[in-house]
């Protein structure tokens, strides 16, 4: 029970299991994928008019926020082929997710997108205002616990007093495969 306490408090599990947005790198066939990846995120699109440099956002919404998968600097297909198996969907899905963290985040911090379009952000993202929070949590401002889950230390035991002096006179040397050796018999307690 405690260990998968553990294991669910671990930013990989938080990431590739419960909100499914970090990628294992180019994955194949029987293989255990070690290394997760989240997409990187391209920046906001702007553009430079009159010497005023400006989020095109302002003019047409949340259009060019969601749109700017399709005109990434990396395409679709290159991110799905490396992350996912060639699979464009599944890029697609972690994509729309991550946008809908930069809107709702963009809409709390800056205020300059309404309600309705964030609500529909996250409802093209398949996420909740909730889950968006937790996401930025982790990513932008986790605490030591939450980046590093470390599980309690053993307290450290003499070695000396678990085994009898070995004396080659009286030979009272162990009799039985396992009795000396690395290892425990027994599980550990573990904790203060």
Do not use: C
């Amino acid at each position: 029970m405690r260990r998968s306490r553990l294991r669910r408090s671990l930013p990989v599990f938080q990431f590739v299991k419960k909100w499914g947005i970090a990628l294992p790198l180019h994955p194949e066939f029987r293989t255990l994928p070690m290394l997760f990846y989240v997409p990187p995120l391209g920046p906001v699109l702007a553009k430079v008019e009159n010497g005023v440099y400006d989020n095109i956002a302002n003019e047409s919404r949340l259009g060019p926020l969601m749109s700017s998968l399709e005109r990434s600097r990396i395409p679709l297909r290159y991110m799905a082929s490396l992350l996912a198996g060639g699979n464009e969907e599944i890029i697609r899905d972690v994509y729309k997710k991550l946008v809908a963290v930069r809107v709702y985040m963009r809409s709390r911090k800056v205020k300059d997108i309404p309600d309705e379009e964030v609500q529909r952000a996250l409802s093209e993202g398949k996420t909740t205002a909730a889950e968006v929070e937790a996401i930025w949590r982790l990513t932008s401002m986790p605490t030591f616990e939450e980046r590093f889950v470390v599980p309690p230390m053993e307290r450290e035991t003499a070695v000396d007093a678990l085994f009898p002096q070995l004396d080659p006179v009286s030979h009272n040397y162990p009799i039985r495969k396992g009795a000396v050796g690395v290892g425990f018999h027994t599980d550990p307690a573990r904790g203060p």
